[in-house]
């Protein structure tokens, strides 16, 4: 039996309804109907029908995967165009779902379907934040590593953990390099919701106990019904090539481009969206008013620009309400208010400590970053222009002070 992989792009841990896909869809599928010669049913007759109709999809399912077993252990592989991948530097997750020619469930069908299913899950862990090279669903304990060294000359240990047993995996070297974990549950979101609850506290643990860092780099979930695969990745910058020319910088915006920098290098979603809400906030609070106070003492006038949010490309719902609204009002009305407030302090609102491992605090945080970080490049622009404006007006007055002294 042939098949082929769609590739669905998505924002990192998106909720339903919020899924931006990207899709490649060759030939098509039958529907599977139930004819009922225009009668009208009964809500008992529709519920038998569903369930008929439910088992039919998964006697589908249970003989596609007998029938992909032979082709067990093959790799494939697909070039796929950065902009298809999200923002450059922000968490993203990948689905690679397989289209059999002689299956009749639709994709849509596929990640609807809410019935408790067998999912396989990987974690990567890594001495640094990120792994050079493609995206791959492919994960052995030879590709991670960490600074946890075994004691033993097991290739394999046990977490025992409130939601059921992990396994621990060891490199060659003996370092903690891969965990697996099995679970039932009723989507891809929810079983790594599940892991990484019940992972990412033994983990932090570590990190203290060892006191070094222990990062998840890559992770991964395999629907074993559906054969979906899941992975996360972050946004890859393409090269960029800068023409020589002569440019100046100024003095006033080097902590900002000392924080935009940090922003940039920093692989947490929710320190890189504190780093721009403090160039938001040095603008807004300090630098702008500072500057128009100067010019204001010299009888300068500044010519103003409107700063909006733009028209973004494929933004999620709510971003997308956002557009052509002032900058400064979103950075009190939201950034402030919804985001860092969380962010900066230990305890939230209902009195419970923020969980920075959290990964529904985590996706938050991420799916915030492109909005905030276009934000942010306008604002800098717009006080550069403001800076060279009173600048090159301060040089101007003192031309003609010299050129024209007083009698």
């Known amino acids: 039996m042939s098949s082929h992989a769609a590739i669905h792009a998505r924002p990192w841990m998106a909720g339903p309804g919020l899924d931006q896909e990207v899709k490649s869809r060759h030939g098509w599928r039958p ?22 109709r439910q088992k039919k999809l998964r006697q589908q399912d249970r003989r596609a995967n007998a029938s992909s077993r032979t082709s067990k252990g093959a790799t494939t592989s697909t070039k ?18 397989p289209e059999f020619p002689d299956r009749k469930i639709s994709d849509q069908e596929k990640f609807k379907d809410k019935s408790k299913r067998m999912f396989k899950l990987k974690a990567l862990l890594g001495k640094h934040s990120s792994r ?68 990412t506290p033994f983990l932090d643990h570590l990190s203290f106990l060892a006191n070094i860092p222990l990062h998840i780099v890559r992770v991964g979930c395999l629907d074993t019904v559906h054969h979906i695969e899941s992975v996360d990745y972050v946004g890859p ?13 100024e003095e006033e915006l080097i902590p900002v481009y000392a924080l935009y920098r940090e922003a940039k290098n920093n692989p947490s979603s929710l320190y890189k969206f504190l780093c721009y809400y403090k160039i938001l906030e040095g603008i807004y609070k300090s630098l702008r008013p500072a500057l128009m106070s100067r010019a204001k003492d010299k009888g300068i006038s500044i010519a103003m620009h409107k700063e909006v949010v733009p028209k973004l490309h494929d ?56 909005l905030i970080e276009v934000c942010v490049r306008i604002a800098m622009e717009t006080h550069r222009e403001y800076l060279q404006d009173y600048q090159k007006k301060v040089a101007s007055f003192h031309a003609q002070t010299v050129s024209s002294p007083s009698a």
Request: charged residues 25%.
């Open 80 to 97: 796929v165009s950065v902009d298809r991948l999200g923002p450059s530097g922000v968490p993203g997750v990948l689905l690679i779902v």
């Open 315 to 370: 933004p999620l719902p709510d971003h997308a309400e956002l557009e052509e609204r002032q900058i400064k009002e979103v950075f009190n009305g939201r950034f402030r208010e919804d985001f860092r407030n969380q962010a900066a302090h230990f305890l939230l609102g209902e009195g419970l400590p923020l969980n920075v491992s959290d990964s529904e605090i985590y996706s938050k945080f991420s799916r915030e970053l492109p």
């Open 237 to 249: 910058h393409a090269n960029v090539q800068l023409n020589p020319h002569a440019s100046s910088m």
């Open 132 to 199: 050079e090279g493609g995206i791959s669903t492919i994960m052995t304990s030879e590709d991670g590593d960490s600074f946890i060294v075994a004691g033993y000359e097991d290739t394999a240990g046990m977490l025992h953990t409130s939601v059921g047993k992990m396994i621990l995996r060891h490199n060659a070297k003996k370092e903690l390099a891969l965990v697996e974990f099995d679970c039932n549950s009723t989507s891809i979101h929810e079983a790594k919701h599940l892991f990484l609850k019940a992972l």
């Open 31 to 52: 529907r599977f109907r139930h004819k009922t010669g225009g009668r009208k049913l009964s809500k008992s007759r529709k519920l038998k029908l569903r369930k008929l």
